[in-house]
Nanobody
Framework: QVQLVESGGDSVQAGGSLRLSCAAS????????MGWFRQAPGKERERVAVIYTTDGSTYYADSVKGRFTISLDSAKNTLYLQMNSLKPEDTAMYYCAAPAKYTFACTVSSRNYWGQGTQVTVSS
C-alpha cells in the first residue's frame, strides 16, 4: 500500500535551518506532483510547496518564497523541503502529500495520500 513517511522535524531557533524528508513507497503510478503542507494549532492546513513531476516546476506559498526549497530525488523516491531563515510563524506540523491516481492537482482539497507529519518548532 502507499506510504509517505516524513522525518527531519525539530525545534530550532529563529534564523536556523532544517531539511525535511518524505520517503514514498507503494506507488504503482507516477504521481502528477508532490507537495509539502503545514498546519499550525488552531489554523487550517495550508499548502507550502509543490513540485510537478512532469517538468520539475515548483510552486511556493508567498510566505516561504526565497527561504524554502522543494526537491525530489526520484531514484530514492524521496521528497525534500530545505527550510532556511526559519521564523516563529513557520512553527507547524508539516505533512507530505501525493495525489491519488488520476488526480492532477496538489492542493489541500485534492484527493491525496498524506503522511503522518513531522513537527517543526521555531523559537524566537
Amino acid at each position: 500500500q502507499v506510504q509517505l513517511v516524513e522525518s527531519g522535524g525539530d525545534s530550532v531557533q529563529a534564523g536556523g535551518s532544517l531539511r525535511l524528508s518524505c520517503a514514498a513507497s507503494g506507488f504503482t503510478y507516477t504521481t502528477y506532483c508532490m507537495g509539502w503542507f503545514r498546519q499550525a494549532p488552531g489554523k487550517e492546513r495550508e499548502r507550502v510547496a509543490v513540485i510537478y513531476t512532469t517538468d520539475g516546476s515548483t510552486y511556493y506559498a508567498d510566505s516561504v518564497k526565497g527561504r524554502f526549497t522543494i526537491s525530489l530525488d526520484s531514484a530514492k523516491n524521496t521528497l525534500y523541503l530545505q527550510m532556511n531563515s526559519l521564523k516563529p510563524e513557520d512553527t507547524a506540523m508539516y505533512y507530505c502529500a501525493a495525489p491519488a491516481k488520476y488526480t492532477f492537482a496538489c492542493t489541500v482539497s485534492s484527493r491525496n495520500y498524506w503522511g503522518q507529519g513531522t513537527q517543526v518548532t521555531v523559537s524566537s
